[in-house]
């Protein structure tokens, strides 16, 4: 498995943007598939969007499509989320996530998890 260190996050007004970035330890990094969650208070943790291990493959839910950039960069062991045009109901805490394997958007399949970061959009 690998380790994972978020970064990015805080507070922002509705219509804003920001960038979360996950740093991975380890080597096989780049064998990982990589993801990102959202849990809000009083929810469950919710599937974000997800990119396959070189980059090609990469899911949207359909709340943050159009809006929100999954990206990584292997060199770096680095998966980002751009989330651009911020809404209120983007508020959660965020979280990255490692798999083998690509498909999956179910929070049980992963199996290393960042500490996660909050992330507050203002009206």
């Known amino acids: 498995q690998v380790q994972l260190v978020q970064s990015g996050g805080g507070l922002v007004q509705a219509g804003g943007s920001l960038r979360l970035s996950c740093a991975a330890s380890?080597?096989?990094?780049?064998?990982?598939?990589m993801a990102w969650f959202r849990q809000a208070p009083g929810k469950e943790r919710e599937f974000v969007a997800a990119?396959?291990?070189?980059?090609?493959?990469?899911t949207y839910a359909d709340s943050v499509k159009g809006r929100f950039t999954i990206s990584r960069d292997n060199a770096k062991n680095t998966v980002y989320l751009e989330m651009n045009s911020l809404k209120p109901e983007d508020t959660a805490v965020y979280y990255c996530?490692?798999?083998?394997?690509?498909?999956?958007?179910?929070?049980?399949?992963?199996?290393?998890w960042g500490q996660g970061t909050q992330v507050t959009v203002s009206s």
């Open positions: 380890g080597r096989t990094f780049s064998t990982y598939a």
């Open positions: 996530a490692a798999k083998q394997g690509y498909g999956s958007t179910t929070a049980g399949a992963f199996g290393s």
């Open positions: 990119i396959s291990w070189s980059g090609s493959l990469t």
